[in-house]
């Protein structure tokens, strides 16, 4: 696609449930990553896709939290048990190559809403 | 620990004039810091890289300093117009894997006709 695409754009969901946010980077891009945006804070990484080399996972804030990245495309980040802290908009970037001199191209964001 | 500083949260300024945004960092040696804008409702777009080894870097009306004794950068949009209105991010590569890129938290920019 022309750009980083992520589904839903909206999602409410009750205390406790499980939910899956979905993001499409761009096409031969080789490094993806997630951040969560909450209100008035900046962005906060949580996971780091490149290529085949293992995620950094070093941004998860705990072990509710899980991402894969199948077939080196798309990536699904999930969230188990979810708690209302976890409210926030999440946002998936990709970048070509994942050099720090390199560019990020950011998706609008999944809106979670916990109840 | 590490930590990256925009030191406005909110910055309003009169359309034609020139709006200067701070992004410091502690605890950093950074070889590139990048700068993003961020509308309500999108994810930040990118706007310019600077390098360590680069004093200034220029775009159309933006131009980045990026002072690595001062642990510093500077954003600078000339003859801003209302359209420039949104949030402001400056990045930099933390430790670690090289795609951690870490975000300021951001500063608001209001220019008023």
């Known amino acids: 696609g022309a750009g980083v695409s992520q589904s839903p754009s909206n999602k409410v969901t009750e205390k406790g449930k499980d939910v899956e946010l979905r993001c499409d980077p761009i096409s031969g891009h080789t490094a993806l990553y997630w951040y969560r945006q909450s209100l008035g804070q900046g962005l906060e990484f949580l996971i780091y896709?490149?290529?085949?080399?293992?995620?950094?996972k070093s941004g998860l804030p705990s072990d509710r939290f899980s991402a894969e990245r199948t077939g080196g495309s798309v990536s699904t980040l999930t969230i188990q048990r979810t708690q209302q802290e976890d409210s926030a908009v999440y946002l998936c970037a990709s970048s070509l190559q994942g050099t720090a001199n390199e560019k990020l191209f950011f998706g609008s964001g999944t809106q979670l809403s916990v109840l | 620990s590490q930590k990256i500083e925009q030191n406005s949260e909110a910055l309003n300024i009169q359309e034609g004039k020139t709006a200067t945004l701070t992004c410091n960092y502690t605890n950093y040696s950074p070889a590139y810091l990048q700068w993003y804008r961020q509308d309500p409702g999108r994810g930040p777009v990118f706007l310019l890289l600077i390098r360590e080894n680069e004093k200034e870097k220029r775009k159309e009306r933006l131009k980045v300093t990026f002072d690595t004794t001062l642990k510093q950068s500077l954003f600078h949009i000339t003859a801003s117009q209302p359209a420039d209105s949104a949030t402001y991010l400056c990045a930099l590569k933390g430790r670690g894997s090289q795609g951690n890129l870490i975000f300021g938290k951001g500063t608001k920019l209001s220019v008023k006709p």
């Open positions: 896709f490149q290529g085949n080399s293992a995620p950094d």
